[in-house]
Antibody, heavy 123, light 107 residues
Framework: QVQLVESGGGVVQPGGSLRLSCAAS????????LHWVRQAPGKGLEWLTF????????YYADSVKGRFTISRDNSKNTLYLEMNSLRSEDTAFYYC????????????????WGQGALVTVSS | DIQMTQSPSSLSASVGDRVTITCQASQDIRDYLIWYQQKPGRAPKLLIY???NLETGVPSRFSGSGSGTRFTFTISSLQPEDIATYYC?????????FGGGTRVEIK
């Protein structure tokens, strides 16, 4: 079955950096786009970024554009999120999520999610 | 950006009750509307796609309807395991955005 397992969360100081990873299994990784979605504790969901199945295009929410970078390694079935210039408002659970569509060029919606990784930005 | 407005933000109902949640989009999103269920401490789960299509394995007491700007999500007979927060999400354009969520509790 589809599994997405995030890692790399933790506590970081404001202005610092962190890299999240998401190890995937149970589906043809190289044929699906992937997303990162976050949720501040007790708050709602916020879509952050999407990467096409082949890594050729990435899309970002304005709140993270220029600070976060999504990437993928199709040989390792792994998705990444590089987070720089972190702020207190970036404190959240970060979920990787699989897009529903086979080789879609535009992001759509999420049919499987990881369990989430907590990132806390605090001095 | 397309704003998704969900109502109510919370509700309390009895087991067996019919529960309805609405989601209003700030502009026409055709039927590009998704419903998720999120139980406490868990990741969201896909329930309904394209406004009215039930995801495989999801109980038939869940349903969705609507198109354009106004959408409805219904639980026909509330069960104890349905305690969760429900979110709508559009995918008409970027950025993808979610409604604020509806917390469903048992009375």
């Amino acid at each position: 079955q589809v599994q997405l397992v995030e890692s790399g969360g933790g506590v970081v100081q404001p202005g610092g950096s962190l890299r999240l990873s998401c190890a995937a299994s149970g589906f043809r990784f190289s044929n699906y786009g992937l997303h990162w979605v976050r949720q501040a504790p007790g708050k709602g969901l916020e879509w952050l970024t999407f990467i096409r199945y082949d890594g050729s295009m990435q899309y970002y929410a304005d709140s993270v554009k220029g600070r976060f970078t999504i990437s993928r390694d199709n040989s390792k079935n792994t998705l990444y999120l590089e987070m720089n210039s972190l702020r207190s408002e970036d404190t959240a659970f970060y979920y990787c999520a699989k897009d529903r569509g086979w080789e879609l060029v535009h992001p759509a919606y999420f049919d499987f999610w990881g369990q989430g990784a907590l990132v806390t930005v605090s001095s | 950006d397309i704003q998704m407005t969900q109502s109510p933000s919370s509700l309390s109902a009895s087991v067996g009750d019919r529960v309805t949640i609405t989601c209003q989009a700030s502009q026409d999103i055709r039927d590009y509307l998704i419903w998720y269920q999120q139980k406490p401490g868990r990741a969201p789960k896909l329930l309904i796609y394209d406004a009215s299509n039930l995801e495989t394995g999801v109980p038939s007491r869940f349903s969705g309807s609507g198109s354009g700007t106004r959408f409805t999500f219904t639980i026909s007979s509330l069960q104890p395991e349905d305690i969760a927060t429900y979110y709508c999400q559009h995918y008409d354009s970027l950025p993808l955005t979610f409604g604020g969520g509806t917390r469903v509790e048992i009375k």
